[in-house]
């Protein structure tokens, strides 16, 4: 009967298994359901804010930070200064400066987004009146800057920077305006995060470029820059109602129920239309950021790293959807359809118009040509001239010989020290001459004539006349000096 107890039937055996195995699993389930809800509050935890909000004290900061008026338009104006200055002087280092010592720009533009995200058509009133006031402001100190400033207002790279804005500014105005937001919610302001946002999103710098663009004339400048700002300005005010909405600020309660209804209706339409412009810029910046990713790439990838095409230059149509490629030689027909398939493989400028321009008559081999002609025509002068050099040498050292070793004298340099020395003569000739006495030997000898001012009288030109043989006789070298009267 003992061995019979511990005697178990193979049913009994795998029944006993099977319900250890679901026990195991419902042990698994519920340590990776604990291992998940851990992670679940740990990430609630590290990212949920709500509970360090503090409405009431956001709503009045906001409110606070709108109006422009008395120091705060000082400071104003100083800033649109130096950072126009910056501008000017092509210096971010400045820049950044005159962002840190301006007033918070972003004030006016929460209270935009914090107005329609509570209802408030007397803080969006405000708010914008604020704006308009600011926006005047800036563009009115700028354009005088740029307008009457002495030292020159070349375009620098400062300024290009703020005319075409891409796909990486719509990111930083709305990422900042979140960081910016998020900040003015915490109870006690982050100073730092304030200071980093009115950087990043750069509110002043592209009213000073519409400034310029105003006080030279250069709508392109001015519609550029102020299209930065207007997609900043957006952004910000986009993330601040969206953050609101998130926490649930409360809205602004009416006593009267027909103007609460008319004050959310507008505030509604308000928003619509405010999301309308965003939504299109957002787009066509990505659809431009990609045609020109597409065709930096196509030029890094297909052109430049090919050997054989000398690349010059070349520009991309976005609107007209039209890609021109400028090089230098002589495109071949095999190359030019190599490039059109090639351009196919890039979806975004895949169905461009690609005009390939090559300067036929610099190809390589024929100013490898040009070249060679060039060094052979350089070498064959360079024997002339080591010959013509030669020849004067011969020449020089003959004349020397003829006058006895004596160097050779410059007639130019003699008259006109002679001139110097004698203002009264009116005609002087120099030269050498031979004589022989016994038809033997040779004597050379040296023979100035001259011409005196006919108001000198003759004591006087005899005078003159003697000093005139003395100093040609130390000119010259020579002991004996023939001077003649004309």
């Known amino acids: 009967m003992e061995e019979n107890k511990f005697n178990f039937s193979e049913d009994e055996v795998q029944a006993k298994k099977n319900q250890n195995v679901e026990e195991s699993k419902k042990a698994v389930k519920k340590d990776a359901e604990g291992l998940f809800k851990s992670i679940y509050v740990f990430f609630k935890e590290l990212l949920d804010f709500r509970d360090d909000t503090d409405r009431d004290a956001t709503i009045e900061a906001i409110k606070a930070d709108i109006p422009f008026k008395g120091a705060t338009a000082w400071i104003l104006i100083c800033s649109i200064f130096v950072a126009s200055i910056g501008l000017n002087a092509d210096s971010t280092a400045v820049v950044i400066g005159a962002m840190l010592i301006s007033p918070l720009m972003g004030g006016p533009i929460l209270g935009i987004g914090m107005s329609i995200a509570i209802n408030d058509i007397d803080t969006l009133r405000k708010s914008l009146i604020n704006l308009a006031t600011m926006l005047v402001l800036s563009l009115l100190t700028a354009f005088l800057f740029f307008k009457f400033f002495p030292l020159g207002n070349q375009e620098t790279s400062e300024l290009l920077g703020r005319v075409k804005p891409d796909i990486r500014d719509v990111l930083i105005a ?3 305006g979140l960081a910016l937001i998020i900040a003015r919610t915490k109870r006690g302001t982050i100073a730092s995060v304030i200071f980093g946002v009115a950087i990043a999103t750069a509110l002043m710098p592209p009213l000073c470029t519409a400034g310029y663009g105003l006080a030279h004339g250069n709508w392109t400048y001015f519609l550029g820059a102020m299209n930065l700002f207007t997609i900043n300005t957006i952004f910000i005010a986009l993330a601040t109602f969206i953050v609101l ?20 209706r507008f505030a509604a339409l308000v928003a619509v239309v405010v999301m309308i412009y965003p939504t299109i810029t957002f787009l066509r910046v990505l659809k431009s950021s990609g045609f020109e990713n597409d065709y930096n790439n196509f030029i890094s990838n297909e052109i430049k790293l090919n050997q054989e095409l000398w690349f010059q230059n ?10 021109t490629l400028y090089f230098n030689g002589e495109i071949s027909e095999a190359t030019e359809s190599d490039l059109l398939n090639e351009i196919k493989g890039y979806d975004k400028i895949s ?12 190809s390589f081999d024929k100013i490898s040509d040009a070249y060679d002609r060039a060094i052979r025509d350089l070498d064959e002068k360079d024997h002339i001239i080591s010959g013509l050099r030669n020849e004067i040498e011969v020449l020089q050292e003959e004349l020397r010989l003829v006058n006895g070793g004596s160097s050779v004298i410059s007639f130019t340099n003699l008259s006109r020290d002679a001139k110097v020395r004698f203002n009264d003569l009116t005609y002087f000739s120099y030269a050498k001459t031979l004589e022989s006495k016994d038809f033997i030997n040779t004597d050379t000898l040296q023979v100035a004539t001259v011409k005196w001012n006919e108001s000198l009288s003759d004591s006087l030109i005899v005078i003159k006349e003697k000093q005139l043989t003395d100093w040609l006789k130390e000119e010259l070298k020579a002991k004996r000096v023939i001077l003649k009267r004309n």
Do not use: C, Q, V
């Open 351 to 362: 169905d461009f118009k690609l005009e390939i321009f090559g300067n036929k008559n610099r």
């Open 245 to 264: 909405k998130l926490l649930r600020f409360p809205m602004l309660k009416y006593a009267n129920s027909a103007k609460r209804r008319r004050t959310a």
């Open 174 to 176: 709305f990422f900042g």
């Open 314 to 323: 070349g520009t991309l149509n976005s609107d007209e959807k039209k890609i």
